[in-house]
């Protein structure tokens, strides 16, 4: 992740104001968008790639088309499975991890377990 620092002043007047750094970063994303819609795979290529990536627009437009047979096989061939799951006891090797990862007030508010 590069980090960016810039500064700039608070107040109108740089000269009787405080420098403030203003951080910026980015970093790589990986975009699951063989299952999203072209509309929603154009949109964040418009918003997301940077200009030299813009570039690669239409390869990557392409290779959303080719997959889409694939997505569309895969939905009918998955279609009901998450209805199957069943809910079991947590394994008794995974009890010491899982205590360790809800003695965390931020997990059990996320969790709304508090």
Same mark, same amino acid.
């Given at each position: 992740?590069?980090?960016? =620092?810039?500064? !700039?002043?608070? #107040? @109108?007047?740089?000269?009787? !104001?405080?420098?403030?750094?203003?951080?910026?970063? @980015?970093?790589?994303?990986? &975009?699951?968008? +063989?299952?999203?819609?072209?509309?929603?795979?154009?949109? &964040?290529?418009? !918003?997301?790639?940077?200009?030299?990536?813009? @570039?690669? !627009?239409?390869? =990557?437009?392409?290779?959303?088309?080719?997959?889409?047979?694939?997505?569309? +096989?895969?939905?009918?061939?998955?279609? #009901?499975?998450?209805?199957?799951?069943? =809910?079991?006891?947590?394994?008794?090797? @995974?009890?010491?991890? =899982?205590? +360790?990862?809800?003695?965390?007030?931020?997990?059990?508010?996320?969790?709304?377990?508090?």
């Amino acid at each position: 992740m590069a980090k960016k =620092i810039q500064k !700039t002043h608070v #107040g @109108s007047d740089p000269a009787t !104001t405080h420098p403030v750094a203003i951080g910026t970063s @980015s970093f790589r994303q990986q &975009y699951l968008f +063989a299952f999203a819609s072209q509309p929603e795979v154009r949109a &964040y290529l418009r !918003t997301q790639l940077t200009p030299d990536e813009a @570039s690669r !627009t239409p390869d =990557i437009l392409k290779a959303w088309a080719t997959a889409q047979s694939h997505v569309q +096989a895969l939905t009918q061939s998955e279609a #009901g499975l998450a209805d199957t799951i069943q =809910i079991e006891e947590v394994p008794v090797g @995974s009890q010491a991890s =899982i205590a +360790a990862m809800l003695d965390n007030d931020l997990v059990r508010k996320a969790f709304q377990l508090e």
